[in-house]
């Protein structure tokens, strides 16, 4: 493995989601059918196949409500689905989009100021390298540059 790891949603967060768990607003997800277009999964992190169910929900990557924990809309499968596995290579599911924001989060889960920036994809993973050496960067959150829905956690591999 390279020097980052792109890392989706855990499967226990997954299950527990998918079992009627609440999600970040105290709400049980919705279940909705997919047309197959734009529902991308952040725990295989593959796009939801047309016909297939999925959860929309409120999600908030963080272990703790404080003021830069953001929350906001994910897709998940609502049926299981393999995790994706770790990897220093961006997954698939993001290649088609141009740009995608980049944020960099201190050890205390907020927002380390001047990291946030729309990035190329082609640019992602050497951005996310130079991030990742600096001391004050726990890790990252791949987000949607359009809507800003957190998409991936980067972390150091």
Request: aromatic share 8%; net charge neutral; proline share 8%.
């Amino acid at each position: 493995m390279g020097l980052i790891k792109f890392t989706a949603m855990s499967s226990d967060e997954a299950d527990a989601l998918r079992s009627g768990a609440p999600d970040a607003y105290g709400n049980a997800p919705e279940r909705r059918i997919s047309d197959g277009q734009g529902i991308p999964c952040r725990h295989c992190l593959r796009g939801v196949k047309a016909g297939r169910p999925y959860l929309i929900l409120a999600y908030r990557p963080f272990p703790e409500t404080q003021p830069y924990a953001e929350t906001g809309p994910i897709f998940l499968c609502a049926e299981p689905c393999e995790r994706a596995p770790d990897s220093d290579v961006m997954p698939e599911l993001f290649r088609a989009r141009p740009d995608w924001l980049l944020r960099g989060y201190g050890h205390d889960d907020r927002i380390v100021y001047g990291t946030g920036a729309v990035t190329p994809k082609k640019d992602i993973c050497t951005r996310a390298h130079a991030l990742l050496q600096r001391d004050d960067i726990a890790y990252l959150h791949m987000r949607s540059a359009q809507y800003n829905c957190y998409q991936v956690r980067i972390e150091r591999a």
